[in-house]
């Protein structure tokens, strides 16, 4: 497919595990965002590459969320000692380049026990 | 810092009426300003992008306008059907990158 694919679509686990939330942009897309959507909420920023470079982190609630995008092209999303407030649907979005049209995926639930 | 503000948070409608939907920022210097539809369990499907020099974008049904200095936009959606029943998200891009979103309108199109 030629859209934003997400994985996994749901994960489970338990409060101080570790996640990776994986994102495959689409072909060609320098631009990437990850944002957190809360149920009942918009999305929220999370943070935004240009190429493999993070352009504005400022999103990331604290130190446990990193995130990288080492070729350019797929990006990880990782959260280190989970928290049962980090349960929501974290979702990836990416653009030809920054401003233009974002296109997302259909996002990660994750849920903390 | 830009705050997006949707009203009403939830709206149910008969099928066959035109209704509006509505999205006020306190930041007029925007970039441009989308709106996004997100049915449940699912991602954001881009609708309509207004850049800052324009005034509103068309497609199909819907129609959606800006009016920077006021701060608002509004989504209109003529003759209603069904299987638009969905959440409805404006999000203003301020030229950062980052998109900040509206807490959306849940739409229910009553058949």
């Known amino acids: 497919g030629a859209g934003v694919s997400q994985t996994p679509s749901n994960k489970v686990t338990e409060k101080g595990k570790y996640v990776e939330l994986r994102c495959d942009p689409i072909?060609?897309?320098?631009?990437l965002y990850w944002y957190r959507q809360s149920l009942g909420q918009g999305p929220e920023f999370l943070i935004y590459f240009q190429g493999t470079g993070a352009a504005d982190d400022s999103g990331l609630p604290n130190d446990r969320f990193f995130a990288v995008r080492p070729e350019g092209s797929v990006s990880t999303l990782k959260i280190q000692r989970t928290e049962r407030g980090d349960s929501a649907v974290y979702l990836c979005a990416s653009s030809s380049q920054g401003g233009q049209p974002q296109h997302f995926g259909d996002g990660t639930r994750l849920s903390i026990l | 810092k830009q705050e997006v503000t949707q009203i009403p948070a939830a709206l149910s409608v008969p099928e066959g009426e035109n209704l509006v939907l509505n999205c006020s920022f306190t930041?007029?210097?925007?970039?441009?300003l989308q709106w996004f539809r997100q049915d449940p369990g699912k991602g954001l499907t881009s609708l309509l992008l207004?850049?800052?020099?324009?005034r509103e974008q068309t497609s199909g049904r819907l129609n959606a306008s800006l009016d920077k200095s006021s701060g608002r936009s509004t989504l209109y959606i003529a003759a209603s059907q069904p299987g638009d029943s969905a959440t409805y998200l404006c999000?203003?891009?301020?030229?950062?990158?980052?998109?900040?979103f509206g807490q959306g309108t849940t739409l229910q199109v009553k058949p």
């Open positions: 207004i850049q800052s020099s324009q």
């Open positions: 930041d007029s210097a925007i970039y441009n």
């Open positions: 999000a203003v891009d301020s030229n950062t990158g980052k998109l900040i």
């Open positions: 072909s060609g897309h320098t631009a």
